[in-house]
C-alpha cells in the first residue's frame, strides 16, 4: 500500500474502519485501506495473502510496543550491564478481509476495532523509517560494489540526515534484492517526497472510478470514495445525446449502515469543533465552488439537460445558501434571561441533533443539496445525503470540494439508490431528521423529524392594467426556463378580463426561444431531462387538446439537427384551460404554459387559494389596489408582485403551503431552527450572594418620590412595598 505523502494526521482520528466495497485490483484494495487508515491514526499491514484470492489486513499497532521481559530497576547493583530488553508488537483486534468475487475485490470488515489509542505522530511507527524508490536503488548499487549494510547507511544519511532506518532494514531490502524483488510499493517513507527544488510532488492520477467506462459513480463514505458492492446500476443519460455519461450503483443496506455509522461516529467530535473552525471549512467550501463552478454547470447541463445559463443561475443560487451558512456564529445564538428570580439566571442554546440526512431531487442537482448539508454541517450535525439518481455528478463534485476544503471524515456521506435507500432513511432510528424534496411524500418513520417540500405549482394572475412587454418577458422566462423542469416554475397563467390581446404576443415571445442542447453556448432551451418526462409530457398535452383545450403553440415537433436523438420538447402554450383536466392536474415536466381566463380578480384569486399544491403566487399590475387586495386575500404564503416568482435569498425564511412544504425549510433562521434545538438551563449559585436565612427575603424601602406644587399627597403611595415579612404574600418558588 501508498503510504507516501502523509506527515500527520487529523486533531481528532477516531480509529474508523474503512468503508466497504468493490475494487477493480487486489492493490486498489489495499491502498483504500491502507490511504484510510493513516486519516485515522493506525498502520495496516498484510497478515495472509493468497494472490489471487484473499488479502487479510491487520492493524500494525500503530507502533507501540511491549516489553517481553519486565523493567529492570538501573539504580539496583543488579544492572551491572546495559542489556537490551526485547519487545514485541502488540496484537490489535482489527482485521478486513478482501476476498475476489468474479472480476472484482470486495472489502469487508470482519473486527472494526481496535485496542489503542491512535498514532499522533507518523514518523513515530516503524513504517516510517522504509526507503524511497531512490534509495532501494543506491542500497543495490552499493552491495553489488561490496559495500556493507553499516556504509550503505552512512552514505544514504549524507543524502538524507533524517534517515531513521537502522542496519537491520537494509539487511531486509538486500534480502528483497537479492530474491529479484525490486518494487517499492511497501518501502515508501510515510514522508512526502520532494523535488530538487524543494516543492511537495503532486498526484495528478485520477481514482480509478473515472478511469472506467462508463465510470462507475462511487459512495462517499468516512471522507473515501469507495465503489459500491452491488452489481445493478442505472445509467445516467445525457438527454441531449443520449450517451450513458456514468453508472449509478444501487447501495447495498450495509453500505448505507456504515454510512450512517461514519456519521454517528464523526458527530461527537464536530459538534465539539470550534464555531469559528466550522465557519472557516464552510467558507474554504464556498471558495472552491466559487473556483469550480464551470464544471459544476456542465456536469449538470450534461447530466439534466438545463442550458448552462440556468446550471450558472442554479449554482450561484447554492452558492449564495454556502455564504449564508457562513454566519452560523451569530444565526445559532440563543437567549439569556438574567435574574429572573433571586441568584437565578435562565438561558437557552441551540445545539445540533445528530445525524441528518437529505433527499434530492433531479431538477435541481446542486442547489438542493447546497441548501441542505452547509447549514447542517454548520450547526454541528452530520449528514448523510442521497443525490437524485439520475444526476449524481454534481454532489460528487460538491464532496471532493469538501474534502479539499479540510471537511473531517465522516462529516458529509454520500450513498446512491431509489426507494430502498429511502425507506432505509425513514427507518434509521439513528438519523433524527430529514429533509425531503420530490414529487411525492414519504412515510414518516416514528419519532423521525422530516422537512418536506413536495410537487409545487405556481400561479401568475396577469391584470388588463399590466406593462405588456415586461409581463411578456417575466412569463416567457420563468414558464420555459430548465426545460419546465423547476420547482419555481410559473405553471399557470391567470388572465383577468380575457387573454385575447396576450395570446398572440406571448406566442411571438415564446418562439423566439432557441431550442439547443443544453452544453450549447447559444441554448435558450434545453430538452426534457429523460424520455419518460418527454412520454408524460406529450400524453397530458394532447389529453388536454382531447378534453377541449387550445393549442395556442405546439412544439412536439421541434428539431434540433446536431441532437437528433435528444428528448426535445419546444415551447408549448395550451390555453381554454379548466381545473378539471389532467393537465391542470398533475405535475408537467416540460416547457407547457397552462392559461386560464377569470372575469374578475376575486375569481382569480378563488384559482389560486382553491390549488392545493399553489406553492407561490405573482400578480402583475399597475394598480396599488389591486395588488393589495391580491396580497391580503391570497391563502398563501409566497406572494409576489411584479415578480415572477417570489423566490427568496437565503438569509430570508422560505414559506410553503397546502401540501407542497412542511412546518421548516432550508432559507433563514427557519434552516437553522430545523437542523438545531432548543436547549434551556436555569442555574443558579450559592456563592453569588444573593441567598437569605429566610424566605421570602426582606424587601428594600422604596425612595420617596419628589411632590412639586407643595403637594403632601404622593400618587405612588399605592406602589408602596411592604417593609416586613408579615406583610408579604405568599411566593411560589420553582428551584
Given at each position: 500500500?501508498?503510504?507516501?505523502?502523509?506527515?500527520?494526521?487529523?486533531?481528532?482520528?477516531q480509529?474508523?474502519p474503512?468503508?466497504?466495497?468493490?475494487?477493480?485490483?487486489?492493490?486498489?484494495?489495499?491502498?483504500h485501506?491502507?490511504?484510510?487508515?493513516?486519516?485515522?491514526?493506525?498502520?495496516?499491514?498484510?497478515?495472509?495473502?493468497?494472490?489471487?484470492?484473499?488479502?487479510?489486513?491487520?492493524?500494525?499497532r500503530?507502533?507501540v510496543?511491549?516489553?517481553?521481559?519486565?523493567?529492570?530497576?538501573?539504580?539496583?547493583?543488579?544492572?551491572?550491564?546495559?542489556?537490551?530488553?526485547?519487545?514485541?508488537?502488540?496484537?490489535?483486534?482489527?482485521?478486513?478481509?478482501?476476498?475476489?468475487?468474479?472480476?472484482?475485490?470486495?472489502?469487508?470488515?470482519?473486527?472494526?476495532?481496535?485496542?489503542?489509542?491512535?498514532?499522533?505522530?507518523?514518523?513515530?511507527h516503524?513504517?516510517?523509517?522504509?526507503?524511497?524508490?531512490?534509495e532501494?536503488?543506491?542500497?543495490?548499487?552499493?552491495?553489488?560494489?561490496?559495500?556493507?549494510?553499516?556504509?550503505?547507511?552512512?552514505?544514504?544519511?549524507?543524502?538524507?540526515?533524517?534517515?531513521?532506518?537502522?542496519?537491520?532494514?537494509?539487511?531486509?531490502?538486500?534480502?528483497?534484492?537479492?530474491?529479484?524483488?525490486?518494487?517499492?510499493?511497501?518501502?515508501?517513507?510515510?514522508?512526502?517526497?520532494?523535488?530538487?527544488?524543494?516543492?511537495?510532488?503532486?498526484?495528478?492520477?485520477?481514482?480509478?472510478?473515472?478511469?472506467?467506462?462508463?465510470?462507475?459513480?462511487?459512495?462517499?463514505?468516512?471522507?473515501?470514495?469507495?465503489?459500491?458492492?452491488?452489481?445493478?446500476?442505472?445509467?445516467?443519460?445525457?438527454?441531449?445525446?443520449?450517451?450513458?455519461?456514468?453508472?449509478?450503483?444501487?447501495?447495498?443496506?450495509?453500505?448505507?449502515?456504515?454510512?450512517?455509522?461514519?456519521?454517528?461516529?464523526?458527530?461527537?467530535?464536530?459538534r465539539?469543533?470550534?464555531?469559528?473552525?466550522?465557519?472557516?471549512?464552510?467558507?474554504?467550501?464556498?471558495?472552491?465552488?466559487?473556483?469550480d463552478?464551470?464544471?459544476l454547470?456542465?456536469?449538470?447541463?450534461?447530466?439534466?439537460?438545463?442550458?448552462?445559463?440556468?446550471?450558472?443561475?442554479?449554482?450561484?443560487r447554492g452558492?449564495e445558501?454556502?455564504?449564508?451558512?457562513?454566519?452560523?456564529?451569530?444565526?445559532?445564538?440563543?437567549?439569556?434571561?438574567?435574574?429572573?428570580?433571586?441568584?437565578?439566571?435562565?438561558?437557552?442554546?441551540?445545539?445540533?441533533?445528530?445525524?441528518?440526512?437529505?433527499?434530492?431531487?433531479?431538477n435541481?442537482?446542486?442547489?438542493?443539496?447546497?441548501?441542505?448539508?452547509?447549514?447542517?454541517?454548520?450547526?454541528?450535525?452530520?449528514?448523510?445525503?442521497?443525490?437524485?439518481?439520475?444526476?449524481p455528478?454534481?454532489?460528487?463534485?460538491?464532496?471532493?470540494?469538501?474534502?479539499?476544503?479540510?471537511?473531517?471524515?465522516?462529516?458529509?456521506?454520500?450513498?446512491?439508490?431509489?426507494?430502498?435507500?429511502?425507506?432505509?432513511?425513514?427507518?434509521?432510528?439513528?438519523?433524527?431528521?430529514?429533509?425531503?424534496?420530490?414529487?411525492?411524500?414519504?412515510?414518516?418513520?416514528?419519532?423521525?423529524?422530516?422537512?418536506?417540500?413536495?410537487?409545487?405549482?405556481?400561479?401568475?394572475?396577469v391584470?388588463?392594467?399590466?406593462?405588456?412587454?415586461?409581463?411578456?418577458?417575466a412569463?416567457?422566462?420563468?414558464?420555459?426556463?430548465?426545460?419546465?423542469?423547476?420547482?419555481?416554475?410559473?405553471?399557470?397563467?391567470?388572465?383577468?378580463?380575457?387573454?385575447?390581446?396576450?395570446?398572440d404576443?406571448?406566442v411571438?415571445?415564446?418562439?423566439?426561444?432557441?431550442?439547443?442542447?443544453?452544453?450549447?453556448?447559444?441554448?435558450?432551451?434545453?430538452p426534457?431531462?429523460?424520455?419518460?418526462?418527454?412520454?408524460?409530457?406529450f400524453?397530458?398535452?394532447?389529453?388536454?387538446?382531447?378534453?377541449?383545450?387550445?393549442?395556442?403553440?405546439?412544439?412536439?415537433?421541434?428539431?434540433?439537427?446536431?441532437?437528433?436523438?435528444?428528448?426535445?420538447?419546444?415551447?408549448?402554450?395550451?390555453?381554454d384551460?379548466?381545473?378539471?383536466?389532467?393537465?391542470?392536474?398533475?405535475?408537467?415536466?416540460?416547457?407547457?404554459?397552462?392559461?386560464?381566463?377569470?372575469?374578475?380578480?376575486?375569481e382569480?384569486?378563488?384559482?389560486?387559494?382553491?390549488?392545493?399544491?399553489?406553492?407561490?403566487?405573482?400578480?402583475?399590475?399597475?394598480?396599488?389596489?389591486?395588488?393589495?387586495?391580491?396580497?391580503?386575500?391570497?391563502?398563501?404564503?409566497?406572494?409576489?408582485?411584479?415578480?415572477?416568482?417570489?423566490?427568496p435569498?437565503?438569509?430570508?425564511?422560505?414559506?410553503?403551503?397546502?401540501?407542497?412544504?412542511?412546518?421548516?425549510?432550508?432559507?433563514?433562521?427557519?434552516?437553522?431552527?430545523?437542523?438545531?434545538?432548543?436547549?434551556?438551563?436555569?442555574?443558579?449559585?450559592?456563592d453569588?450572594?444573593y441567598?437569605?436565612?429566610?424566605?421570602?427575603?426582606?424587601?428594600?424601602?422604596?425612595?420617596?418620590?419628589?411632590?412639586?406644587?407643595g403637594?403632601?399627597?404622593?400618587?405612588?403611595?399605592?406602589l408602596?412595598?411592604?417593609?416586613?415579612?408579615?406583610?408579604?404574600?405568599?411566593?411560589?418558588?420553582?428551584?
Open positions: 500500500m501508498d503510504l507516501e505523502g502523509y506527515n500527520g494526521l487529523p486533531e481528532r482520528p480509529m474508523l474503512p468503508p466497504p466495497g468493490g475494487f477493480m485490483d487486489r492493490e486498489e484494495l489495499i491502498q485501506v491502507g490511504d484510510f487508515a493513516l486519516t485515522q491514526g493506525y498502520v495496516v499491514t498484510i497478515k495472509q495473502s493468497k494472490k489471487d484470492k484473499v488479502v487479510v489486513l491487520g492493524c500494525d500503530g507502533g510496543y511491549r516489553n517481553r521481559r519486565k523493567p529492570i530497576d538501573e539504580t539496583s547493583a543488579e544492572h551491572s550491564r546495559n542489556r537490551k530488553t526485547g519487545s514485541r508488537l502488540t496484537n490489535c483486534p482489527f482485521e478486513c478481509v478482501g476476498k475476489k468475487d468474479d472480476d472484482m475485490w470486495v472489502l469487508t470488515i470482519k473486527n472494526g476495532s481496535h485496542n489503542h489509542e491512535p498514532l499522533k505522530d507518523l514518523t513515530e516503524p513504517s516510517a523509517r522504509r526507503f524511497t524508490e531512490t532501494v536503488l543506491s542500497i543495490k548499487e552499493m552491495t553489488e560494489a561490496g559495500l556493507k549494510p553499516r556504509q550503505i547507511l552512512k552514505r544514504l544519511r549524507q543524502n538524507n540526515p533524517e534517515l531513521l532506518s537502522t542496519p537491520k532494514h537494509v539487511y531486509n531490502v538486500k534480502a528483497k534484492l537479492r530474491q529479484g524483488n525490486v518494487t517499492v510499493r511497501r518501502l515508501k517513507t510515510m514522508k512526502p517526497q520532494t523535488t530538487v527544488s524543494g516543492n511537495t510532488l503532486a498526484t495528478t492520477n485520477e481514482p480509478s472510478w473515472r478511469q472506467r467506462y462508463p465510470p462507475r459513480v462511487p459512495n462517499f463514505i468516512g471522507g473515501r470514495f469507495v465503489d459500491s458492492r452491488s452489481s445493478t446500476s442505472i445509467d445516467v443519460i445525457n438527454p441531449a445525446t443520449q450517451q450513458v455519461i456514468s453508472q449509478v450503483p444501487l447501495t447495498t443496506v450495509e453500505e448505507f449502515k456504515a454510512a450512517v455509522f461514519a456519521a454517528k461516529k464523526a458527530f461527537p467530535p464536530w465539539n469543533t470550534l464555531v469559528s473552525i466550522r465557519q472557516r471549512l464552510i467558507f474554504k467550501l464556498s471558495e472552491l465552488i466559487r473556483r463552478i464551470a464544471k454547470a456542465t456536469t449538470i447541463a450534461n447530466e439534466q439537460g438545463k442550458t448552462l445559463k440556468d446550471a450558472y443561475m442554479e449554482v450561484y452558492l445558501a454556502v455564504e449564508h451558512a457562513c454566519g452560523i456564529g451569530s444565526l445559532q445564538m440563543g437567549e439569556f434571561s438574567p435574574n429572573i428570580s433571586y441568584g437565578v439566571d435562565t438561558y437557552s442554546t441551540r445545539e445540533p441533533l445528530g445525524v441528518c440526512a437529505g433527499i434530492c431531487p433531479s435541481f442537482p446542486a442547489m438542493i443539496p447546497l441548501l441542505m448539508f452547509p447549514v447542517a454541517i454548520a450547526c454541528g450535525n452530520t449528514f448523510v445525503l442521497k443525490p437524485s439518481e439520475n444526476v455528478g454534481a454532489a460528487i463534485i460538491l464532496a471532493e470540494l469538501a474534502v479539499e476544503a479540510g471537511l473531517p471524515s465522516g462529516v458529509l456521506n454520500i450513498i446512491h439508490g431509489t426507494n430502498e435507500i429511502m425507506n432505509s432513511i425513514r427507518d434509521e432510528d439513528d438519523i433524527k431528521i430529514t429533509s425531503f424534496v420530490g414529487p411525492n411524500m414519504v412515510r414518516l418513520a416514528n419519532g423521525q423529524h422530516i422537512q418536506p417540500h413536495m410537487r409545487t405549482k405556481n400561479i401568475a394572475i391584470m388588463p392594467d399590466a406593462s405588456m412587454d415586461a409581463t411578456l418577458n412569463l416567457v422566462a420563468f414558464g420555459f426556463g430548465a426545460g419546465g423542469s423547476r420547482c419555481f416554475l410559473i405553471s399557470i397563467v391567470v388572465f383577468v378580463g380575457g387573454s385575447s390581446k396576450w395570446e404576443k406571448l411571438e415571445y415564446a418562439k423566439s426561444l432557441l431550442v439547443n442542447g443544453g452544453s450549447e453556448q447559444d441554448a435558450a432551451l434545453g426534457v431531462s429523460s424520455k419518460n418526462a418527454k412520454e408524460h409530457t400524453r397530458l398535452i394532447q389529453n388536454a387538446i382531447d378534453s377541449g383545450a387550445k393549442l395556442a403553440l405546439d412544439g412536439r415537433n421541434v428539431m434540433v439537427t446536431k441532437y437528433s436523438m435528444g428528448n426535445f420538447l419546444g415551447p408549448t402554450i395550451l390555453s384551460i379548466r381545473t378539471d383536466m389532467a393537465c391542470y392536474k398533475e405535475e408537467i415536466l416540460g416547457p407547457v404554459l397552462l392559461c386560464m381566463e377569470a372575469d374578475s380578480l376575486e382569480a384569486i378563488n384559482v389560486v387559494n382553491k390549488d392545493k399544491y399553489a406553492n407561490g403566487a405573482s400578480i402583475f399590475t399597475s394598480s396599488g389596489a389591486a395588488a393589495r387586495k391580491f396580497q391580503s386575500e391570497t391563502d398563501i404564503e409566497q406572494v409576489g408582485i411584479n415578480v415572477p416568482l417570489p423566490a435569498l437565503p438569509f430570508v425564511s422560505f414559506s410553503g403551503s397546502k401540501t407542497s412544504s412542511g412546518d421548516l425549510n432550508f432559507h433563514g433562521k427557519a434552516g437553522v431552527q430545523f437542523y438545531t434545538r432548543v436547549r434551556t438551563v436555569t442555574q443558579q449559585w450559592k453569588a450572594g441567598f437569605f436565612d429566610s424566605y421570602p427575603p426582606p424587601m428594600p424601602m422604596p425612595m420617596p418620590m419628589p411632590i412639586s406644587d403637594s403632601e399627597q404622593n400618587h405612588h403611595e399605592s408602596m412595598v411592604p417593609t416586613t415579612s408579615d406583610d408579604l404574600p405568599m411566593q411560589q418558588a420553582s428551584f
